[in-house]
Structure formats: structure tokens, C-alpha cells
């Protein structure tokens, strides 16, 4: 017999839990959430909408299956994802494509009918014994040009409970919108849990990205960014919607500095992960609006932004107090706040570099630990994982610009920073000639070295434009033309930066401090507004030295010497020819549809 989704949704969850989905009409949504029930096969469903009763629901069945464990300090909890599931599984992570569509080779795609079959065979009855979660989201503020509206599907309580401190809640926005939604599709199953309650079967854990039907299917692991749908998967259909309507959806904090007499500029960065981008857009003086995803649009001849997301999923490692007196201070205070793969002594988080004595026992990411533990490769494990992270609102932040999170319309790009890992090539800050000349060379052409925020080797120098090279959904060159595009339309453009805060000497020691970067803010805002004026050099303008050692006297009451600023800022012919040469060979050999124009730019640099 031939029933409708609703009439199967009505048969299949509680009464309570019905009436909840029948109060959005949106037919989609219906078929969307029936066919997954018939094929996830849950035990028991709960539907949550934006009320807070639904969202403590979510927050004690994390508890209550073992995924989190109350700490201490109420409100915080501890995750702990399997030691092989810390990271983003590049390896895994397919987008689905029609046969015979070539996205290029930095893409790493699968036939959609291929891939789906298997992520369906994967996912069938896989929820039977547990209990799915149904929760609705939007990306950008509500009610918003910005608003992109998702809904969660997951069997994991600690991926819901993120998403709850993560995005803005959107059953609201669902029912207002109607049939009218537009909405991102997320099916997640953090499949069989060993006795710790992390995925266990990780030899089938897949990321499956279905373009098609902007639905991203996630199975066998646990790891934020494998399963977050908000996060970086939605962020691969969000890329893709952006290059197809003329926008820019990016991989970059968003933050305010504060200029001469109360002037406010904001900046975006992108950098690639555990590159400082979070650590930049929480420096005390200046306030964060947010610290990972963010949207741009044209607004009259404006280019506008707005955070994606309204938390911060951050990394936890080295953050001290004296580094990072913000963080730190909002780690310390009784916020909601989620500690994954962290040492757990005595219902207190510990992390390396933290800059307190550590315990030489407690359970952290590998389990029962204790000093000179080895894990089956015979490394000896840390009492943190480099890529243990914190989950909290960005409410939290004392430094937080709340009307720029709010704002329906966003606020106006003053600035756009690229940055990398880099110890020998580019010095620490320097500005654009303009639009085009920044999106290429310092955009396209970045570089940096891997860490471990994804699963392989760390330190290896890697081609990454625009720090979004694991997110990409599109052919680059399609990408980057929209992008210079998109510069062109604008009246105003916003300025672009690349900085570099990794280099070193030939010995190895760093050239910088870790909070220069706030110097190098402080310039950027001055050149935006043209206050101060700066050194022509091929690759760009860098600062004058007795601005920066003003500036270094202002913000850090530190002295700033000659020798110092010419080692940091000398231009490296070499090195900068030898990348020139690396990038050009990229783009000319792997990259078939590379708009001409950047090939001219290079090498005019040259
Ligand atoms: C990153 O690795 O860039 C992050 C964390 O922001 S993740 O959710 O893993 O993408
Ligand atoms: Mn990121």
C-alpha cells in the first residue's frame, strides 16, 4: 500500500514528536525525513525544536549514552573520539559526481551512483538500538539576506549538542519558511561505539558530499569535522552555491580592530587550520565576530560579511594564559563548554602547553593514560591530542562584537587577510596593489605547511589557495574566477593582506613573537584607511620601520629593533621565485580551466 511521508512519519514517531514535523509544511522535508527513518531504522526519534527543554534533552542524552561526562565545573563535559578518529579524514571525504564530471585533481570525488549505493548499504538499519535526533539549524544570522537553513539528521546526542552550541537554532526559521526553504540535508551515524562510546568500525567511515541533492552523508566516526553537518560539510555545498550566484562562501574569521578614535575596521583571514586563525580573531583589544566560516556578499557595490556560525569549535593546544588570556579566561568560566580528546585527572581538563603542571596519570584520548604511555605504532602519547579542541558559544567571548553577529545585513569588509605556514618565503604582513594582484598572489598562490587538524604527515609544504583546498567543491579555476569577479563588480573593495607569522632563521628559531600579529593588525587598519604610508616592493607594500616600531610601542609596550624588522622583512628573491615557479607549474599542469589572467599576474611579479 502507497502511503505519503507523512502519514509513514505519523505511524512512526511518537505522537509528540509528530506534531513537531507536521507544524512545518514543506512537503521535502517529509520525504527527506521518511525515507531516512525507513532506512536508518531508529529504535526511538526525538524531534527537537528551538525551545530550551528540547535543547536539555539533547544535552543529557549525551551524558546518558556515555558520549560526553560531566566535569567538574557544571556545564562543562568531556568527548572522547576514537585515538584513529581525531581528525578530518581527507582520504574518505568524496564528493559525489555524474559520471564523466571532472572537478580536477585536487578534488577527491567518487560516482555519485557508486557512492551512494555504498553510503546507503553502509547506513541501512545501522540506527537500530538507538535513538536518531532530528534538529534544525541555519547557517548565518536568522531572517537574514545571509540565512541558509539545514537539517541534522544523527544518531550521536555530542554531534547534536555541538550543533547547539555551534549554529543558531532553526525550527523556528523552518516553519516561517515553509516550503520556501531551501535547505542543506545532513544524515549522520556515528555507527557501532566500543565500551569507551567511540566509533568503532572505522575501516568504513565515509564522508559522502552528494552536490546534487545538497545532502552530505557522514558514517563511522565521531571527529567534529567529519560530522558536524554545519561545519565544514555543509561548507563544501555552501562554496559550491556561492560560485554558482556570484558570492564568496570562505574558510576565514571574522573580527572588528579597533583603529584611532573609535574607528571600527573589520577584517576577514583565511587560514588553513592550526595556522593562527583563531588565535588572531581573540586578540584582547580587538573583538571576535567569529573565528572559521564566513559568508560575503555584494551589497550595492559593499562587499559585506557575517559569521556562518555562532560558536567556535577551537583548538585547545598550547592555549595559556599568558598567550591567550581571552580563551583561557573563557575555558575557566561556567559556560556550556564541550573538551574533546583533552587529559581528564580529577574532573579537570588538561592540555599540552598549557603552561601548568600536567598529571602523570588520568584517561585522555587514548584512554587510561599515564606518562610514557605507547600507542600500537610505539609513539609515546601526549596527554592531549594535538588537535583536541573546546565547543563553546561565542556568548562566552567577553570580547564578542554581538551587534556584527547579529546583524542582517552584515558588516562592511574593510580588509582580507591570507595567511599560511611558512618558515623561509613571505615576510610577516604586506598589502596588495589591489583586488586582483591579492586574490592571486596571495590567495591563490598560498602555501603552508600540513598539521595536524587532518589525518597523514605534519609539515609538509602544500599548495592551499585561499586555505580551502580541503573543502573544495568546485574546479579551482572556476573558483578563483569567481572570486576576482566577484572584487570587480564591487565599488569599494576591500584591501588585501597576506601575512606570516612561521618564519624562521637558519637555525630554526622563529623570527617573530606569537603576538606580533597584533602589530600587524593594527598597521593593516591604517592602511585601509590610508594613514600611514608604506614601502613599494615587487611582491607588494610592506611597512615602514618607524611605523611599526610606533605601533609595537602603542600595542605591546615593546621595543622594536631595526635588526629585527630587517630580518623579518627583507625580500627573499630566492625563495620568492622558487614559489612563483612552483605555483605558475601548479596552475599551467594540473589546473585545466585556470583564468589567463592569473598566469599575467605571476608573472608580472616575476
Ligand atoms: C579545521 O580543521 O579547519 C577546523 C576544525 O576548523 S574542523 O571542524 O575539523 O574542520
Ligand atoms: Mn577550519
Known amino acids: 500500500m502507497n502511503i505519503t511521508a507523512l502519514e509513514y512519519l505519523k505511524e512512526r514517531l511518537e505522537p509528540e514528536q509528530f506534531e513537531k514535523i507536521a507544524a512545518i509544511d514543506n512537503p521535502e522535508l517529509h520525504e527527506f525525513l521518511a525515507k531516512y527513518i525507513k532506512l536508518l531504522n531508529p529504535s526511538k526519534i526525538f524531534v527537537a525544536t528551538d525551545s530550551p527543554e528540547d535543547e536539555e534533552y539533547i544535552r543529557k542524552k549525551a551524558i546518558e549514552y556515555g558520549e560526553e561526562r560531566p566535569l567538574a565545573t557544571p556545564g562543562h563535559t568531556v568527548h572522547f573520539d576514537n585515538y584513529y578518529d581525531q581528525a578530518r579524514d581527507k ?10 564530471a571532472d572537478l580536477g585533481p585536487f578534488i577527491n570525488t567518487k560516482d555519485r551512483e557508486e557512492g551512494l549505493r555504498e553510503i546507503h548499504e553502509l547506513m541501512k538499519d545501522i540506527m537500530i538500538g538507538k535513538e536518531l535526533f532530528i534538529c534544525f539549524f541555519v547557517l548565518g544570522p536568522k531572517n537574514s539576506v545571509f540565512t541558509i537553513p539545514a537539517v541534522q539528521l544523527t544518531d550521536s546526542a555530542y554531534v547534536a549538542h555541538s550543533e547547539f552550541l555551534l549554529y543558531r537554532k532553526g525550527y523556528e526559521e523552518f516553519r516561517r519558511l515553509g516550503r520556501e526553504a531551501k535547505f542543506l540535508k545532513f544524515v549522520h551515524s556515528a555507527g557501532e561505539l566500543d565500551e569507551r562510546k567511540t566509533s568503532k568500525n572505522l575501516d568504513k567511515r565515509r564522508i559522502y558530499i552528494d552536490l546534487e541533492s545538497e545532502t552530505v552523508y557522514s558514517v563511522n566516526t565521531q571527529y567534529g569535522g567529519n560530522t558536524i553537518g554545519l561545519k565544514k560539510l555543509a561548507f563544501r555545498l555552501t562554496i559550491r552555491r556561492a560560485v554558482k550566484e556570484g558570492w564568496l562562501s570562505e574558510h576565514m574569521f571574522l573580527m572588528r580592530v579597533n583603529g584611532p578614535e573609535g574607528r571600527k575596521t573589520y577584517f576577514t583571514g583565511a587560514f588553513p587550520s592550526m595556522c593562527g586563525k583563531t588565535s588572531t580573531s581573540m586578540i584582547p583589544w580587538e573583538n571576535i565576530v567569529g573565528d572559521d566560516l564566513v559568508f560575503i556578499v555584494d551589497m550595492k557595490g559593499e562587499a559585506r560579511g557575517t559569521n556562518v556560525e555562532a560558536g567556535v569549535f577551537g583548538i ?15 575555558l575557566h568560566s561556567p559556560n556550556e563548554i564541550i573538551f574533546s580528546n583533552v587529559l ?33 605504532e610505539g609513539n609515546e602519547i601526549p596527554p592531549s591530542h594535538k588537535n583536541a579542541r573546546f565547543t563553546v558559544r561565542l556568548d562566552a567571548f ?39 594582484h591579492g586574490v592571486i598572489t596571495m590567495g591563490a598562490a598560498l602555501e603552508s605547511e600540513t598539521t595536524a587538524a587532518t589525518l597523514g604527515k605534519e609539515g609538509v609544504r602544500q599548495f592551499n589557495p585561499m586555505s580551502i583546498l580541503d573543502f573544495l567543491s568546485v574546479p579551482i579555476g572556476e573558483y578563483i574566477q569567481n572570486y576576482i569577479r566577484f572584487g570587480e563588480r564591487l565599488r569599494e573593495k576591500p584591501k588585501i593582506f597576506a601575512v606570516n607569522y612561521f618564519l624562521r632563521d637558519e637555525n630554526g628559531n622563529w623570527l617573530n613573537d606569537k603576538l606580533d600579529k597584533a602589530v600587524w593588525l593594527k ?37 622594536y629593533k631595526k635588526e629585527d624588522y630587517e630580518k623579518q622583512f627583507m625580500i627573499r628573491v630566492p625563495e620568492l621565485l622558487a614559489k612563483i615557479d612552483r605555483i605558475e607549474k601548479i596552475y599551467r599542469e594540473k589546473v585545466k580551466d585556470t583564468p589567463e589572467i592569473l598566469f599575467k599576474v605571476l608573472e608580472e611579479e616575476k
Open 91 to 100: 582520504a574518505n571525504t568524496k564528493i559525489l559526481v555524474p559520471k564523466g
Open 316 to 330: 585547545i593546544h598550547g592555549i595559556n594564559k599568558e598567550d591567550d588570556p581571552i580563551i583561557w579566561e573563557v
Open 344 to 376: 581528564i585527572k580529577d574532573g579537570k581538563p588538561y592540555w599540552t602547553g598549557m603552561g601548568e603542571e600536567i598529571p602523570n596519570d588520568g584517561e585522555n584520548h587514548s584512554g587510561k593514560w599515564w606518562k610514557g604511555k605507547r600507542d600500537a
Open 398 to 436: 567577553p570580547n564578542l562584537d554581538r551587534e556584527a553577529l547579529d546583524a542582517p545585513c552584515g558588516v562592511k569588509i574593510g580588509g582580507m587577510i591570507y595567511g599560511g605556514r611558512d618558515k623561509d618565503t613571505w615576510p610577516p604582513v604586506r598589502e596588495a596593489f589591489d583586488w586582483t
Open 523 to 559: 598597521w593593516m587598519e591604517l592602511r585601509v584607511h590610508g594613514d600611514v604610508d608604506a614601502i613599494e616592493t615587487p611582491i607588494g607594500y610592506i611597512p615602514k620601520y618607524e611605523d611599526l616600531k610606533r605601533l609595537f610601542k602603542q600595542v605591546l609596550n615593546r621595543e
